[in-house]
Nanobody, 130 residues
Framework: QLQLVESGGGLVQPGGSLTLSCKAS????????MAWFRQAPAKEREGVSW????????WYLDSMKDRLTISRDNLANMVYLEMHGLKLEDTAVYYC???????????????????????WGQGTQVTVSS
């Protein structure tokens, strides 16, 4: 069973940068699609970015795509999310998620939905504030 632990969140000023990390442990990380979601208070969980098991394909939330880079290191069982130009509205808890589907159904249709993912981390808080 795969387990996920996020790190790297924190307080950052508008326009700043953060890199979130997700450490996976357990079985067969190389076979898992990995994704980042976020959830702000009183809002639904929102897909932010996805990367395929063999890191050749990725997906980004339109409103953030110019400010994000997702990557993974299959030897180290890590996935990363680099975020730049952070805005106040990026404040949320960010979650790492995994699924054995190499191309989740929602990604095929151009979105990224939480119900496609079976394994979740505990989340890391990102607060953008001046």
């Amino acid at each position: 069973q795969l387990q996920l632990v996020e790190s790297g969140g924190g307080l950052v000023q508008p326009g700043g940068s953060l890199t979130l990390s997700c450490k996976a442990s357990g079985l067969d990380f190389n076979y898992y699609s990995m994704a980042w979601f976020r959830q702000a208070p009183a809002k639904e969980r929102e897909g932010v970015s996805w990367i395929s098991p063999n890191p050749g394909e990725s997906w980004y939330l339109d409103s953030m795509k110019d400010r994000l880079t997702i990557s993974r290191d299959n030897l180290a069982n890590m996935v990363y999310l680099e975020m730049h130009g952070l805005k106040l509205e990026d404040t949320a808890v960010y979650y790492c998620a995994a699924d054995l589907s190499p191309l989740p159904l929602s990604v095929r249709s151009g979105t990224l939905k939480a119900h496609d993912f079976t394994t979740w981390g505990q989340g890391t808080q990102v607060t953008v504030s001046s």
